[in-house]
């Protein structure tokens, strides 16, 4: 029935759901093409988990509601959920063996809600352990390949919905970012994603990491796409998470082609330094000046705390994992040691079978930052240039309207190329994590290539609750620009 | 600053973590490691500064919501256990505790 000039994979959210709507593509086509293209893609590593008959029941109902009228706004669209959301119909591990074959009671608020609109299932995708880490290679199942080289790592934790989108293996995914885990694998795999203000989207059966960091955003290949999906997924959960801001629904693309004349783009001399490295910036300089062309004006600011921002993040991001995962103690869900000689010895065993190298790590320093006699000194510290740090936006929100700059140093490493050297991660999310500890919506824009012809991210950084600004300014940079609608060879 | 194997076992009790002599060490390593990038935190000053917990703070209050204190979930007993290790008569199931 799908008579499109394009291949149903490289239709978009919004073109798709037009499709759809117009009866040129039916829901149970649609799932069908990318379960298909799931299965011949397997070796990527991008799945966790695929069940075909709930995707399959999930698009013939969809196909029933468009038939009927009462279709909802991304009604049959196929869309794959990072693992880290919890889901009714699907196991959900967290890319841990601490959860491997758990099934949640319930479906998380950004599952459900992303449901109401419409979307089909196609699975659960791979994601770093807890999502802890910036490669993927954190996950207790597989490693997952970045499709532009299969060499090298697709970044993470949100890694295997970057690989998913980039390979077209659905046309979008949902993510989570706790300090950069949606917009560096986006950046590393040539995709566009996004981040909301903290408190936008419910935290609600996201598996929990840094409660205070974590949130959900979708990846997708367009800003206008990443716009449909954020309206969607947004929107006060005031009964079930107690941070959730109380703000209505949006439509986060009522701006998008509004004019960039006149904007004011603030570039922090702090991601300009001499850790990026020579072929990110030529591609991230060559989209700011797409920008200038634009009208948009270019303003020197300075986020002078940056490099303090690793630290802070690795003290109150374990922090927070240490307490939300002591949850995992073989008792009420997840794994239990076979042997133990009594309670304690199970909670020990069992933890250390179920909890991967960069989990237990965390957890160490976490429970230490905590502990008595150290958390002044580490924790409320970390809160205190937390604060700092985002005091240092909010100076320099006075002089631009959104701030610009590389998402990460490099492009995409080799798999194994950072080898058995955790702080060689935490290094290179120096660019992601000050927006994250001040809970500013950010994104990941595809600004080029770099070296190895691998993709290269920009990262835009909003002032609270300006998504649709970010989102407007990237849709921008994509009409005049074509990065985002390149794909890696051979898919 | 520097972490010794007795803190790491401390620790490592504390978080309830069972480490092989040689996890233990390369932990110790690794956790040495990254404290030296901490302590550039360490050295600056925040007098005065009120800790920040939910980041949009810096821009107006926020009030951690409370919900009235009415059960408003059915009862899920079987689903909540489905994934339970071990459960006999509803009921969850833990190594002896009290002689």
Known sequence: MHS????????GVAELAASLRAGQVSAVEAAQHFLGRARSHESLGAFLAIDEEVTMNQARAADARLAAGTAGPLEGVPLAHKDIFVTK????????RMLEGYRSPFDATVVRKLAD??????????????AMGSSNENSAYQPACNPWDLARVPGGSSGGSAVAVAARLAPAATGTDTGGSIRQPASFCGITGIKPTYGRASRYGMIAFASSLDQAGPMARSAE??????????GPDPDRDSTSLDLPTEDFARSLNDSIDGLRIGIPKEFFGEGLSADVRTAVEGVLGEFEKMGARLVPISLPRTELSIPVYYIIAPAEASSNLSRFDGVKFGHRAKAFADLV?????????????????RIMIGTYVLSHGYYDAYYLQAQRIRRMIA?????????????????????????????????????????TLPASLAGLPGMSVPAGFGDGAMPVGLQLIGNYFTESRLLNAAHRLQQATDFHSRKPEGV | MSLTPDDIARIANLARLELHPDESERMLTQINGFFGIVEAMR???????????????????VALRLRADVASEPNQREANQRSAPAVERGLFLVPKVIE
């Not at chain 1, 499109?4 to 239709?11: E, G, M, N, R, V």
């Not at chain 1, 119909?89 to 841990?96: F, I, N, Q, R």
């Open chain 1, 391 to 431: 005091d240092d936006f909010q100076q320099a929100f006075k002089s631009c309207d959104l701030i610009a700059g590389p998402v990460a140093p490099t492009v995409a490493w080799k798999l194994g190329g950072h080898g058995n050297d955790p702080l060689a991660d935490y290094l290179a999310d120096i660019f």
């Open chain 1, 117 to 130: 609109a419409g979307v089909v299932t196609l699975g659960k995708l791979n994601c770093d352990e807890f």
């Open chain 1, 89 to 96: 119909d699907l196991p959900s591990t967290a890319g841990s």
């Open chain 2, 43 to 61: 050295a600056v000053d925040t007098t005065g500064v009120e800790p920040l917990a939910h980041p949009v703070a810096v821009i107006q209050d």
């Open chain 1, 345 to 361: 010895d199970m909670y020990k065993k069992t933890r250390a079978e179920g909890f991967g190298d960069e989990v237990k790590r």
């Open chain 1, 225 to 234: 796409d990443c716009a449909l999906l954020l309206s969607n997924l947004c």
């Open chain 1, 4 to 11: 499109a000039s394009k291949p149903l994979h490289d239709l």
